[in-house]
């Protein structure tokens, strides 16, 4: 039997994303979990290691017993090695600690990584869940934000996040005077979109435009890193490693006031309405958590609304999608700067390399 030495006895402990990973490859001994390739996550996962058993360890599905996977916040009992445990101190409340473990870290990641501080001009896109929190903590890390929005119908939400300016793309007039402001921007849409207007936005080659929702220009994002590695301006980012999970709770936690998301608390038989909300835009940025309390037996009896009516079709990330973002991506990198000799030059420029060389 293992011995806990990280956590005493009536610690409040909280479990984020990632209940698991190898510990040993470089990902891991570099902080970033996440980035494991046997990281194990909190939801739908399989437990290889036997660190994070799920409870019950069997489920029964169409008659056949097989192993259960790993239930997330759905889950009533968790095992998790100390590792991956978070403690949350015990002046946080509790019902907050969820969404910061999660979007939380989301938006305190990247920030971190590209060392957001004191003076830094941070642009946040998308003011759901996710951007409402990166407007707080990018503020608590002394940073200049920006909202960033279509419209100008969720600035008095950025303003009562505490961002100092907001943006409306929509206004052609206030994106040209952003231009070339921006040190750091996070894209939290999790629909597909076009990310160049963002892109003008950037202060400078060392600048960085970070894509956090799940869609075609993530996976084109990816493809685009591996080949340029860090001087590719458009960069992705999920969530982040446990110790800057144990961070981000402490900073919240150490804010004056407290570093607070926007949540509602809901019980479980309310699900479908909760997808339905979200999928409405989630125009107010709340988070919504799940009254665990609420799951018994009669949950089940309760639900008797049909699956939920979502409007927004699912994210299709085909190879061709990601490829082609991937392109345009890397062809804005290069044509911004680049050697015009290289291989990637050569595969990635709007025109002929030597076209290009005999105008510059």
């Given at each position: ?56 360890a069997t489920r029964t599905v169409d008659g ?233 037996e009669s949950t089940a009896a309760q639900c ?57």
């Amino acid at each position: 039997m293992c011995q806990v030495t990280k956590f005493q006895v009536g610690d409040q402990l909280g479990v984020g994303c990632l209940v698991d990973s190898c510990l040993e490859c470089a990902a891991c001994r570099a902080g970033e979990e996440e980035n494991c390739q046997r990281a194990v996550f909190t939801y739908q996962s399989d437990d290889w290691s036997g660190r994070a058993a799920p409870y019950p360890a069997t489920r029964t599905v169409d008659g056949q017993v097989e192993k259960s996977p790993l239930l997330g916040g759905y889950s009533t009992k968790i095992v998790v090695h100390e590792y991956f445990a978070v403690k949350i101190p015990g002046s946080f409340p509790l019902e907050y600690a969820g969404p910061v473990m999660c979007s939380g870290i989301t938006m305190y990641s990247p920030l971190r990584r590209y060392g957001a501080t004191v003076g830094t001009h941070v642009g946040i896109v998308g003011l759901g869940g996710l951007g409402v929190m990166g407007i707080k903590l990018a503020k608590q890390l002394g940073c200049v934000v920006t909202a960033i929005s279509r419209s100008e119908a969720k600035k008095e939400l950025a303003t009562r996040a505490g961002a100092d300016h907001y943006l409306a793309t929509a206004a052609a007039s206030q994106m040209e005077a952003a231009r070339n402001s921006l040190d750091i921007i996070l894209d939290t849409i999790p629909t597909d979109h076009d990310i160049s207007p963002y892109r003008s936005l950037l202060a400078s080659q060392a600048s960085k435009l970070v894509i956090l929702g799940i869609n075609a220009n993530f996976t084109g994002a990816f493809v685009a890193r591996k080949l340029l590695g860090n001087i590719c301006r458009v960069q992705i980012s999920g969530i982040g490693g446990i110790a800057a999970t144990q961070e981000v709770i402490e900073l919240c936690d150490q804010a004056e006031p407290k570093i607070l998301p926007e949540i509602k608390i809901m019980p479980v038989h309310e699900l479908n309405s909760i997808f339905e909300l979200l999928d409405a835009s989630n125009d107010a940025g709340i988070r919504y958590v799940l009254d665990i309390g609420t799951l018994d037996e009669s949950t089940a009896a309760q639900c008797t609304a049909p699956p939920p009516t979502l409007a927004a079709p699912p994210v299709q990330l085909s190879m061709q999608s990601t490829l082609q973002r991937a392109a345009s991506i890397l062809s804005q990198e290069c044509s911004a700067s680049c050697c015009v000799h290289c291989l990637t030059c050569g595969l990635f420029l709007p025109q002929p390399v030597g076209t290009r060389a005999k105008q510059s």
